[in-house]
């Protein structure tokens, strides 16, 4: 484990840029001004230093950057520079997830994962599963949606009208009950590949999901 380079008792929710699409200005800075701790992931960089956002680490292989403008990049953003191997057993955005709970925090806001590369963006997704087995919480974000994972249950909030879907990440996936949505769905199996749970809608403004088995996706999601 790396030393602590921040205070433990501070640092609580972690923004994790990575190098996908870009999130938009006003979703960047929201979740920036909420982050006790942001770590940016490779050429994530360029558009952390474009909107002005306050980073504490940049790290990664730098396959993107490169290692002298990751450089240049880590000094105009006032930030540390922590350089992985292109060979490595995990990803930049596993790395920088795992970072930031070695740093104590306990939820981590995930941003640019999706675009580019579709084997990067379901990794991205199963790293929430990750958070929760350590400890953590973990969303993506984007313009348009929101991710979260459970083998439990939760509560995501939306607003009236806005879709909502459970995914399972696994063959043994099990509703135990919803609430909050225009289909309820009751003591019911999800498959991998039926889309039964697909597209369903906010009826409030709270939407709430139980498991009794099995891990799922769980996606508040809005058209443009």
């Not at 490595?88 to 790395?95: A, I």
């Not at 070695?102 to 997704?125: I, V, Y």
Request: glycine letters at 8%; hydrophobic letters at 35%.
């Amino acid at each position: 484990m790396l030393q602590s380079l921040f205070d433990r008792e501070k640092h609580k929710r972690a923004l994790i840029p990575s190098n996908g699409n870009p999130p938009g200005k006003a979703l960047l800075e929201e979740e920036a001004a909420r982050a006790d701790l942001t770590i940016c992931c490779d050429g994530a960089a360029e558009y952390a230093l474009d909107h002005s956002i306050h980073v504490d680490i940049l790290l990664g292989d730098f396959d993107s950057l490169g290692e002298e403008r990751a450089k240049e990049f880590a000094a105009k953003l006032g930030c540390i520079l922590e350089s992985y191997p292109e060979r490595k057993d995990k990803g930049d955005t596993q790395l920088a997830a795992e970072r930031a709970m070695e740093e104590a925090c306990t939820f981590l806001t995930f941003l640019g994962t999706r675009g580019g590369r579709f084997d990067h963006a379901l990794m991205n997704a199963q790293l929430l599963v990750l958070c929760k087995q350590s400890g953590a919480e973990g969303v993506i974000r984007d313009d348009q949606n929101e991710i979260y994972a459970t083998c439990t249950h939760r509560f995501v909030e939306g607003k009236v009208g806005d879709y909502f879907s459970i995914l399972p990440l696994g063959v043994n996936t099990r509703v135990h009950s919803t609430g909050g949505l225009d289909y309820p769905i009751y003591y019911r199996d999800l498959h991998l590949g039926d889309s039964y749970s697909l597209s369903n809608r906010f009826i409030e403004e709270k939407a709430y999901v139980e498991l009794s088995h099995g891990w799922a996706l769980l996606v508040r999601s809005r058209d443009c």
